[in-house]
């Protein structure tokens, strides 16, 4: 545990800086929205059982296309499955559940932090696995706490966050990282290892703002840009019938967010910086909220019986990331020196028991 450490930079996180500038960034602005369904988050059987996933690719495959599915990802922990129509891995090994899908990867690290992980430790990864991938999404940082709101706040190099999966969802995780200012995209995901299990599949899903027909050019735009919605199912069984869709999120003159949906909702909310409830309507399938200065980011939420919905966020400016933060020298070295000490203190201390042992 210490010596894992000892491999692990010690990064100079930067302050948060919530997103500011008179103009708007919309990833919806437009007259009409087209939107195509996704799961990127799938195991199929391998490693010869030893990973918990039950069903072949075709199966797997051919379960989420009869659900109307365009985008399937099947996400095997470190190997890309060849047989995936959208190629990915997911990586992460260790007991802390800190995972990451790594989309279109060149190749698979290995390299990872088994038992537990500062803050630094996860920044590493991110930095070992940024230029390996297009698109890297923090994923289910509830699950286990493997990332913490706090955390995201703070880390840098990545492009999204899996907010809804199964086995956790993390809105309030999203909006430390959105309020810190870093522009996060939402993907949601069923995490499914069986897809025969009907509880287990089409429990939440990512509808990506792109035609079927788009090109993966056109959906890894989307995804980066933050065009994509993430629903949360609040039945047990996969959805038959239809469910509210946007139609419209319009931003006029950098002061007005008009939202239109293509059924009647229950509730309808707009939240902004710390994950507050800036407005609220019921009942209603639009609603309009005159934007505020202090508004620094903006996300829409939509509830029926059936689902959750929740849209990428609208930010001041641009879709601005954080960069990995720079390494700090001084704080390695002297982490380095310091483990080295007590390493080397515990090889003398158990040699020394050993001698002594040996004069009886
Ligand atoms: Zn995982």
Redesign the pocket.
């Known amino acids: 545990m210490v010596g894992q450490l000892a491999f692990s930079p010690v990064y100079r996180f930067e302050p948060i800086r919530p997103f500011t500038g008179k103009s708007w960034y919309n990833p919806f602005q437009g007259d009409t929205l087209e939107w195509s369904r996704a799961n990127f988050h799938i195991h199929t059987q391998n490693w010869g059982g030893l990973t918990a996933g039950r069903r072949s690719p075709q199966e797997v495959i051919s379960v989420y296309d009869s659900l109307g599915y365009t985008w399937i990802g099947l996400s095997e922990y470190q190997r890309i499955n060849p047989s995936s129509p959208i190629l990915l891995y997911?990586h992460?090994w260790g007991i802390g559940?800190v995972?990451q899908l790594c989309f279109w990867a060149e190749k698979v690290v290995w390299w990872d932090y088994p038992f537990f992980q500062t803050l630094s430790a996860k920044q590493h990864i991110i930095a070992l696995l940024r230029p390996t991938t297009r698109f890297l999404v923090l994923?289910?940082p509830r699950?286990l706490h493997g990332y913490t709101g706090q955390e995201l706040s703070l880390l840098g190099g990545y492009d999204a966050v899996e907010v809804l999966n199964r086995y956790g969802d993390s809105v309030a995780e999203w909006d430390s990282a959105l309020s810190s200012g870093h522009y996060a995209s939402i993907i949601a995901s069923d995490?499914a290892h069986d897809a025969y299990n009907p509880h287990q599949v089409m429990s939440r899903w990512t509808e990506v703002g792109v035609p079927s027909s788009a090109s993966i050019k056109l959906l890894e735009r989307a995804l980066l840009g933050g065009r994509t919605v993430a629903y949360k199912n609040r039945t047990p069984f996969p959805l038959s019938g239809p469910y509210p869709r946007f139609r419209l999120i319009k931003i006029e003159g950098d002061t007005l967010l008009r939202v239109q949906l293509s059924h009647r909702v229950d509730t309808l909310r707009i939240i902004g910086q710390g994950g507050t409830v800036r407005a609220v309507a019921y009942d209603s399938d639009e609603i309009t909220y005159s934007i505020r200065v202090y508004d620094t980011y903006l996300r829409i939420e939509a509830y029926t019986s059936e689902v959750e919905a929740y849209t990428g966020a609208l930010v001041r400016s641009g879709p601005h990331r954080r960069d990995i933060p720079g390494i700090d020298r001084m704080a390695t070295a002297i982490q380095s020196i310091a483990l080295g000490i007590l390493s080397l203190s515990a090889l003398l201390g158990g040699w020394w028991l050993l001698r002594t042992r040996a004069d009886r």
């Open positions: 997911e992460g559940k995972h994923a289910h699950f995490n």
